[in-house]
């Protein structure tokens, strides 16, 4: 099929797509352009152990993210998609979520806090872990699920580059010294909280929002509704953080940072994508244009391998012009996890875009369940066998993200669904 890429934008829906693809994008470039400011000086000024404690918090701060979180980005978004033409309803649905997350992250502050007193190894670094618990609270006065399913993506872009500009400017003021990395996710916490502000004052002055207490049975369903895709991202995040947290508990700090640096590069490369994904979920979802979403799907995949091809082959020239010498074993890891860009991307586009956008988000939410069991299961024997290092957790990935990738086109297939045929 002839992709004719002047025809896909033409009628009135299709250019509200693409305003909102180019918002995102503009956001992506931003999340591209900053971090290769920041990361960098932040590796060279801390060094890889430094580095190494603040990512080891990330990862282990990123599973109460993930249950703040609760899956609404990707229930809510539908939701509110579906249905943003009647106020009353998307009053419902944005009380509902953010009283739930607030609730939800009371509750995971209090079970990080026994936690982190009741082990040496998060004790010694305490204060570290509550600066960095800072960003998922910010991210509930930030509902990026609201701007996505009211299709208003200008927004997200504005205030997700008020927080990135502020830690940046935020970093090279105050990170001079090895010493200083405990302010590191302190600036990190203050950027979206001031973006979190911003966010809910566009809401109630923009969209006439108001907030109220539903029904207990309203604020049940919602809950109810979002648990599959909570079981999803909390999937997601067991093969993604979890990977740095193994490696902080069973290697040193060190080598964790040397795994960061790649990890965080590699995961730029996936965060490219981004934008499209996010931008199709709600716009397939309301108007099921399968026609456009295949040809939109070929072009990002024909970039996708022209991009790993180049990247693979220069990427410990990568690396070495964006962070500096002496970091071979983040060259080796991200060589590893670069391997896994031809098998993400397709997977990406065909789950939570297409499958859940559909009407078989089980597919897509399956396939990430199964997929941390297995990942869980590979990490387990890694660990009995004494065989944890940056190489092996590297090479689990690209299983972990395989059987993803396989689990989806199996939902494609059986459901005969049309993307690959005409």
């Known amino acids: 099929m002839k992709v004719n890429i002047k025809s ?14 180019i918002s995102l994008f503009v956001l992506q470039g931003a999340n591209y352009i900053l971090p290769l400011i920041t990361l960098p000086y932040l590796v060279r000024v801390l060094g890889a152990e430094k580095f190494g404690i603040i990512a080891f918090a990330q990862a282990f701060v990123a599973y109460f993210g993930i249950l703040i979180g609760y ?38 502050l209090l079970v990080m806090s026994l936690i982190i007193f009741s082990f040496d190894n998060f004790k010694k670094n305490w204060l570290i872990f509550y ?18 399913g009211m299709e208003k993506m200008k927004y997200i872009t504005f205030l997700n580059i008020t927080a990135k500009v502020i830690f940046t400017i935020f970093i090279f ?71 740095t947290f193994v490696l902080g508990l069973f290697t040193t700090h060190e080598m964790v940072g040397y795994y960061a640096v790649a990890e965080k590069l590699y995961q730029a490369f996936h965060q490219l994508y981004h934008p499209l994904v996010n931008t199709l979920y709600p716009y397939v979802a309301n108007k099921k244009n399968i026609s456009l979403f295949k040809k939109i799907f070929k072009i990002a995949n ?28 983040s060259v080796n890891v991200f060589k590893i996890l670069i391997l896994t860009l031809p098998i993400v991307v397709p997977s990406m586009l065909i789950g939570y875009p ?10 897509a939410n399956n396939s990430v369940i199964f997929s941390s069991i297995l990942h869980i299961i590979g990490l387990g024997i890694l660990i009995l066998l004494n065989l944890v290092n940056i190489y092996t957790v590297a090479f689990m990935v690209i299983i972990t993200e395989s059987f993803v990738l396989f689990y989806r086109l199996y939902g494609i297939f059986k459901e005969k669904l049309p993307l690959f045929t005409e």
């Open 8 to 21: 896909i934008f033409k009628d009135k829906d299709k250019k509200v797509l693409l305003s909102n693809f």
């Open 71 to 108: 899956g609404f980005e990707l229930s809510a978004t539908k939701e509110i998609a579906e249905h943003r033409e009647n106020k009353e309803k998307v009053i419902e649905i944005f009380s509902s979520v953010i009283l739930i997350k607030f609730l939800i992250m009371l509750f995971s």
């Open 131 to 148: 600066f960095t618990f800072g960003v998922p609270i910010g991210r509930i006065l930030f509902p990026v699920w609201f701007f996505q």
């Open 173 to 243: 003021v105050f990170i001079r010294e090895a010493s200083d990395y405990l302010y590191v996710p302190l600036i990190n916490s203050a950027g979206f909280f001031v973006a979190g502000i911003i966010a809910m004052w566009i809401i109630f002055r923009n969209f006439n929002m108001k907030f109220i207490i539903p029904p207990f049975k309203t604020i049940f369903y919602h809950f109810k509704n979002s648990t599959q895709f909570f079981l999803s991202r909390l999937s997601v995040s067991i093969y993604t953080s979890t990977n």
């Open 302 to 329: 024909l970039f996708n391998l022209i991009l790993f091809i180049i990247v693979f082959l220069l990427a410990g020239e990568i690396i070495k012009i964006i962070f500096g010498d002496n970091l071979d074993y």
């Open 354 to 363: 297409f499958l859940a956008a559909m009407g078989f988000p089980k597919y």
